[in-house]
C-alpha cells in the first residue's frame, strides 16, 4: 500500500478492488466449472430449476384457477420463475459461498466483499441462460417484443441486489451462528408463497396489502410479467417501494457484513 500513500482513500479503494479483480474473475470461472464438472448435462443444469419450477407452479395454478389475465399460463408463470430463482439462489448461495472460501480466507488477505460478488456473479450466469429460454417460450407463444423491454436492465439489476442484500445479511450471522443457513430455504419458501410468482399481483393486493406494499421482491416480480407478458412499463410505485426496501436493507446488511467480516478467519 505505500505505493498508494499520497492517493486520497478513493484511489487507495479504487486500486485495492483492482489487484483482486483477477482473482474475482478466477473464482467466478472456478465456480461455475465446479457446478457443471462431470455431469451430463452440463451447463443445462443452470436453466433446469426455472423450467421445473414453472412446471411445477402453472400446475398449481391451473389446478387453483389463478387468473393469468388472458396470458397463456406457460408465459405467466414462466416471466415471474425465472427472476424469482435467480433472487432465490443468489440470497442462498451466499452463505455457503463465504463458509466454502474459509480455507482461502486463512492463506491470504482477501477482501471478504469478493465472495458475496463471486456468488452473484455465478448466479447472474445461470440466469442469462435461464432468460434466453424464456425469451425463445415467448416467441413461441407469439408474444412480441415490445418497448416495455427497455426496463429489463433496471429490472434485472434490482433483482441481483435484493438477492446481494439477503445473502450478506444472512452470511454475516451464519458464519457464527449456523441456524440462518438449515433454514434458510424454509424462509425462501415462505416468502416465494407472499410473493405474486404462481399469482398475479392483483390477487395479492386484494387479500394481503400489507405484504403487497412491503414485500420487495413484489414489485420486482410484479415488474418482469408486465415488461415481458402483458408489454406494459412495471408499476413505478411498486418499483421505487421496492427499491427503498432494498436500500434501506443494504444501509444494515452492508456495514454489519463488513464489521463482522472482520473476524471470519477466526470461526470458518
Known sequence: ??????????QDRFHYWLSYWNLLISLVSRDIRAR??????????????????????SFLSGLVS??????????????????WTFFQSTAVRI???????????????????????VVLLTTFFDFLMSF?????????????ITSAWLWLPLLIFMTGLLGWVVGIGVAAFTIYRRDLLHGMQH???????????????????????????LNPAVGIIDGFRRV??????????????????TCAG?????PLYRILSQYFTDVV
Do not use: C
Not at 101 to 108: D, P, S, T
Not at 134 to 143: C, D, E, K, R, W
Not at 205 to 212: A, D, R, T
Not at 250 to 254: F, G, H, S
Open 1 to 10: 500500500m505505500s505505493q498508494w500513500s499520497n492517493n486520497n482513500p478513493a
Open 36 to 57: 457443471y464438472r462431470r455431469t451430463f448435462l452440463g451447463p443445462l443444469w443452470a436453466i433446469i430449476p426455472a423450467i421445473l419450477a414453472t412446471v411445477i407452479f
Open 66 to 83: 389463478v387468473d393469468t389475465e388472458g396470458a397463456p399460463r406457460l408465459a405467466f408463470t414462466f416471466a415471474a420463475t425465472v427472476p
Open 95 to 117: 452463505p455457503h459461498g463465504v463458509l466454502g472460501n474459509g480455507a482461502l480466507l486463512r492463506k491470504m488477505p482477501v477482501p471478504r466483499q469478493i465472495f458475496p460478488v
Open 132 to 144: 434466453v429460454v424464456l425469451v425463445v417460450t415467448l416467441q413461441l407463444l407469439s408474444i412480441p
Open 187 to 213: 424462509l425462501m419458501q415462505v416468502w416465494l408463497i407472499l410473493t405474486p410468482v404462481i399469482y398475479s399481483a392483483k390477487e395479492l393486493e386484494s387479500g394481503l396489502q400489507l405484504v403487497h406494499s
Open 228 to 245: 415481458l407478458v402483458f408489454g406494459q412499463p412495471p408499476d413505478v410505485a411498486l418499483l421505487v417501494s421496492s427499491m427503498v426496501i
Open 250 to 254: 443494504l444501509a444494515v446488511a452492508y
